[in-house]
C-alpha cells in the first residue's frame, strides 16, 4: 500500500484525470470543472490512460473505490453486481496499466467565459505574489507543463496571485480567482526527470515515473504588457477604496470552468 503523497505544506495534492492539473484538495477541477479530480496516488493508475471517456459519469466513483483499495486484480474484486461497464473499465486499467508510462493527453483549447473582454495592461503586485516552480522567484502567474515528446501533457501545475492590472486611462482591475497563464515571452523548456526539485514542488509524486520536457510561461509583478481575458464585475474591494468611492472596484474573477486566460501581448502581435 502506498503512503499518501504529502505537498511540502503537508497537503495533500488533488490531480485532474481530464485536464492533468495538480491542485489543492477540491471536489472539482480548479481549471476544467471536472469532476474527476482526486489525490494524484489514488489516481495515478489512471494517468495511463489517454481516453478518459469511459471513466466519466458515475462509474468514476466506483473505479476510484477499486483503485483506492490499492489492487486492481479485476476477476476476484469485482462482484456479479457491478456493470460490464466499469468491469470493462477495470480490464482497460490492468491492460494499460502494464504499460508502465503516464500517457499524455492533448488538452481542449481554453475558451473564454461568456461575455469576456479582453484589456490589455501591465500587471502590478496587489497582496503578494507566488514562487516560480523554476527559480522560486516571485511571480504573479505560472502555468508549467510536463509535456513528452510528442507535446502532450503529463502533469501540470497553475499558479497564481490575486493581482492589479494597470489599464491606461481607467482605473486597475483585480484580477482574481481561477487565473491561467496562456503563454510567455520566453517559454522556459527545461528536461526534467524523475526526482526533479522542480516536479517536487509541482506536486509530482517523487516515485511517479515521468520524465520530459517541462515548459513554464509565467509573469512578475511590473513585468510585459499583458492581454488579459475575463467577464468584468463590479465587486466592493476594501483595499481599494482608495481607487474609487466605496472599494467598488472592476473585477474579473476567474471561475472553475472559466478562468481569466492571460498571455503576453507581444506574442499575439507576433502571430498575427
Ligand atoms: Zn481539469
Known amino acids: 500500500m502506498r503512503s499518501a503523497v504529502c505537498h511540502s505544506e503537508g497537503m495533500s495534492v488533488f490531480c485532474c484525470v481530464e485536464c492533468r492539473l495538480l491542485q489543492?484538495?477540491?471536489?472539482?477541477?480548479?481549471?476544467?470543472?471536472?469532476?474527476?479530480?482526486?489525490?494524484?496516488?489514488?489516481?495515478?493508475?489512471?494517468?495511463?490512460y489517454r481516453?478518459?471517456?469511459?471513466?466519466?459519469?458515475?462509474?468514476?466513483?466506483?473505479?476510484?473505490?477499486?483503485?483506492?483499495?490499492?489492487?486492481?486484480?479485476?476477476?476476484v474484486l469485482a462482484p456479479v453486481a457491478i456493470g460490464s461497464a466499469i468491469a470493462l473499465g477495470v480490464h482497460k486499467l490492468v491492460l494499460w496499466r502494464k504499460k508502465r508510462a503516464v500517457a499524455g493527453v492533448t488538452l481542449p483549447p481554453l475558451t473564454a467565459a461568456e461575455g469576456a473582454t479582453t484589456l490589455?495592461?501591465?500587471?502590478?503586485?496587489?497582496?503578494?505574489?507566488?514562487?516560480?516552480?523554476?527559480?522560486?522567484?516571485?511571480?504573479?502567474?505560472?502555468?508549467?507543463a510536463v509535456k513528452d515528446k510528442r507535446g502532450a501533457v503529463l502533469l501540470r501545475r497553475s499558479e497564481s496571485a490575486p493581482f492589479l492590472l494597470e489599464v491606461e486611462g481607467a482605473a486597475p482591475v483585480l484580477v482574481t480567482g481561477v487565473t491561467r497563464m496562456t503563454s510567455a515571452s520566453v517559454p522556459a523548456r527545461i528536461q526534467v526527470a524523475r526526482g526533479d526539485e522542480r516536479l517536487g514542488r509541482m506536486g509530482v509524486p517523487a516515485d511517479f515515473a515521468i520524465a520530459g520536457n517541462l515548459e513554464?510561461?509565467?509573469?512578475?509583478?511590473?513585468?510585459p504588457v499583458l492581454a488579459v481575458t475575463g467577464v468584468l464585475e463590479d465587486e466592493a474591494v476594501a483595499e481599494l477604496a482608495f481607487h474609487r468611492d466605496g472599494g467598488q472596484a472592476r473585477v474579473m474573477r476567474g471561475r472553475a470552468g472559466s478562468p481569466v486566460l492571460v498571455s503576453d501581448r507581444r506574442l499575439i502581435a507576433a502571430a498575427l
Not at 471536489?27 to 494517468?47: H, Y
Not at 478518459?52 to 483503485?67: C, H, V
Not at 513554464?216 to 513585468?223: E, K, L, Q
Request: glycine share 8%; aromatic share 6%; hydrophobic share 45%.
Open 51 to 75: 481516453d478518459t471517456k469511459l471513466l466519466r459519469g458515475r462509474d468514476w466513483s466506483l473505479i476510484t473505490a477499486f483503485i483506492a483499495g490499492s489492487s486492481i486484480a479485476m476477476p
Open 216 to 223: 513554464v510561461a509565467s509573469v512578475a509583478p511590473d513585468g
Open 120 to 144: 490589455y495592461g501591465v500587471a502590478r503586485k496587489f497582496r503578494g505574489t507566488v514562487s516560480s516552480l523554476v527559480d522560486t522567484g516571485p511571480v504573479l502567474v505560472e502555468h508549467a
Open 24 to 48: 489543492p484538495p477540491t471536489t472539482q477541477c480548479v481549471e476544467c470543472a471536472a469532476g474527476m479530480t482526486a489525490p494524484v496516488e489514488l489516481v495515478r493508475e489512471l494517468l495511463y
